[in-house]
């Protein structure tokens, strides 16, 4: 399976306070937005990783939090994954990465790394496409259905 992208195996912002919580035995309290956010960000590579059979447990871990405090603001593992995908399509990591590549260097190594981070985005979006087959409701084939293509 490829690699997920740069952001989202680098936790930051929320996601950064759920991967803490490990050390203190308590995730940060944070508002529910935010705790939103976080769990989304932690789940998005276990489901490049594990598609939808990803468990509530494995995503608990992931963020660094009880397997109950999803449900505090997810109604369901569904919501879960589909807010993972939503955070997936959200093309700013994509378009800070490009713009983080270094001016300075020769035109042939700008345009490789360019195509890199292209190459792994369509990659992991059709990757998780996959999984979205796997998620058969008529609100996340609808939500699919409807999502705009970056």
């Known amino acids: ?42 789940t998005l590579p276990l489901l ?26 997810f109604p369901d593992k569904e919501s879960v994954l589909i807010a993972a995908a939503e955070l997936a399509f959200d093309p700013r990591p994509v378009v800070e990465a490009l713009e983080a590549i270094r001016l300075d260097r020769d035109l042939e190594e700008r345009l490789v790394e360019a195509v890199v981070i292209l190459q792994e985005r369509v990659t992991n979006l059709f990757q ?4 979205a087959a796997a998620i058969t409701s008529p609100t996340t084939v609808r939500m699919f259905a409807e999502m705009p293509m970056p």
Request: aromatic letters at 2%.
């Open 1 to 42: 399976m490829p690699a997920p992208p740069p952001t989202a195996s680098r936790p930051h912002g929320p996601a950064a306070a759920c991967a803490d919580a490990g050390r203190s035995g308590r995730a940060a309290a944070l508002p529910a937005a935010d705790r939103r956010d976080a769990i989304a960000a932690a």
């Open 48 to 73: 490049y990783a594990q598609g939808a059979g990803v468990t509530t447990r494995q995503i608990a871990e992931a963020a660094g939090i009880a397997e109950g405090t999803i449900f505090r603001v």
């Open 128 to 131: 998780l496409m996959s999984v």
